[in-house]
C-alpha cells in the first residue's frame, strides 16, 4: 500500500555530514510512525532513529544520538534523517521503515515495521 524510496547516501570522509531522505508513494505517511536502520556487511540490521507519528516524539540508538537526527515533513511525505560527524562505523546500507501500527513492539526492531525501502549505502571513509 505504501512504496518507500531512500536517497541522499554516498561516499564521505570522517567528520562529514549527510541527509537521507525517505520519500513515500501510494499512501500518505501521515499517522504512522517511521524508523531508520542500516545494515552492514556480515552483520544484523540494527535500529538506529525512530519518530513518532507527529513527529513530536523521537528516539536513538546510543551509537548515533547527538550526532543523528531524525526528522519528518507529512506534507511532502518525507522522512530524513539528518547525519553528523559521520564515522567508518557508520558505513552501512540505511533503510527506512513503515511503522507496523498493529503489530506489538518496542518500535526498536525491524519486525516491529511492515514496509521498507530498497536502502541507500552510505560509505565514509578515513
Known amino acids: 500500500q505504501v512504496q518507500l524510496v531512500e536517497s541522499g547516501g554516498g561516499l564521505v570522509q570522517a567528520g562529514d555530514s549527510l541527509r537521507l531522505s525517505c520519500a513515500a508513494s501510494g499512501r500518505t505517511l501521515r499517522n504512522y510512525a517511521m524508523g531508520w536502520f542500516r545494515q552492514a556487511p556480515g552483520k544484523e540490521r540494527e535500529f538506529v532513529a525512530r519518530i513518532n507519528w507527529t513527529g513530536q516524539i523521537t528516539y536513538y540508538a546510543d551509537s548515533v544520538k547527538g550526532r543523528f537526527t531524525i526528522s519528518r515533513d507529512d506534507a511532502k511525505n518525507t522522512v530524513y534523517l539528518q547525519m553528523s560527524s559521520l564515522n567508518s562505523e557508520d558505513t552501512a546500507v540505511y533503510y527506512c521503515?513503515?511503522?507496523?501500527?498493529?503489530?506489538?513492539?518496542?518500535?526498536?526492531?525491524?519486525?516491529?515495521?511492515?514496509?521498507w525501502g530498497q536502502g541507500t549505502q552510505v560509505t565514509v571513509c578515513s
Open positions: 521503515a513503515r511503522r507496523a501500527p498493529a503489530v506489538p513492539g518496542t518500535g526498536s526492531d525491524p519486525s516491529d515495521y511492515d514496509y
